[in-house]
């Protein structure tokens, strides 16, 4: 955050390299140890509502959110979940759809404004290699 911004104007940092969870051989199950949420990062000149949204290479919204943005420094953290579902069935364990990965565009729609960083969304790495 050494850069230079002018605090008159809205701006989307850069994200980070995004690592997706590692999913065991067995069942498929995500293991939560092996990723951590990213976070979005944004300067607003003003208080006012934004949307965040992931495209992928299709230019189709796999992903979208609002939140209330304050005049300032924000930071949203994502779980890197795209949907989540719930089930009564016994054994059942796929409760979140996680972005698989990739290149991926993250939009931040503030007021009439877009503005866009290239994401990349790395494989999952077995927390059991050393």
């Known amino acids: ?3 230079q911004l002018a605090k008159e104007q809205d701006y989307l ?8 969870p590692w999913f065991n051989s067995n069942g498929g199950e995500p293991d939560y140890r092996s990723f951590e ?5 944004l300067w607003l000149k003003e208080s006012q509502r934004i949307q965040l949204s992931i495209i992928d290479k299709a230019n189709k919204e796999i992903w979208s959110t609002k939140i ?5 420094f924000n930071d949203y953290r994502w779980d890197l979940t795209l949907s989540k579902r719930t089930s009564d069935e016994p054994n059942f364990v796929h409760y979140n759809k996680f972005i698989e990965s990739g290149k991926y565009t993250l939009k931040a729609t503030i007021g009439n404004k ?3 960083q290239s994401i990349n969304v790395n494989k999952g790495i077995s927390p059991y290699i050393q």
């Not at 940092?13 to 997706?20: G, H, M």
């Not at 949420?37 to 990062?41: L, M």
């Not at 209330?68 to 300032?72: D, I, M, P, S």
């Open 1 to 3: 955050m050494n850069q």
């Open 37 to 41: 949420k990213t976070n979005f990062s």
């Open 68 to 72: 209330n943005g304050n005049k300032g």
């Open 13 to 20: 940092f850069d994200v980070s390299e995004i690592q997706r």
């Open 114 to 116: 877009q503005f866009e």
